[in-house]
């Protein structure tokens, strides 16, 4: 049988977590900072979980994650 394939663009995005939820960091820290507030970029700066509707798709993706 041979190994199934990663998809790499998710892997890139996403880590599974300890207890299998799927983590993702938020949006919108990458450009444009200096329009943003100091609390919004502090805020941007943790990590978000993914929605327990997308969570199984996610998983497809990442077959040993």
């Known amino acids: 049988m041979p190994k199934m394939k990663t998809n790499r663009a998710a892997a890139k995005r ?3 977590s ?3 939820r799927v ?3 938020k949006g919108g820290g990458n450009h444009g900072m200096q329009e943003k507030s100091r609390k ?3 805020r941007l700066r943790k ?3 993914v929605d ?3 969570q199984k798709r996610i998983k497809l ?3 040993y994650g």
């Open 23 to 25: 983590r993702r960091p």
């Open 47 to 49: 990590n978000d979980m």
């Open 40 to 42: 919004r970029l502090r």
């Open 18 to 20: 300890g207890k299998g």
């Open 52 to 54: 327990k509707s997308f």
């Open 14 to 16: 996403f880590k599974v």
């Open 61 to 63: 993706m990442l077959p």
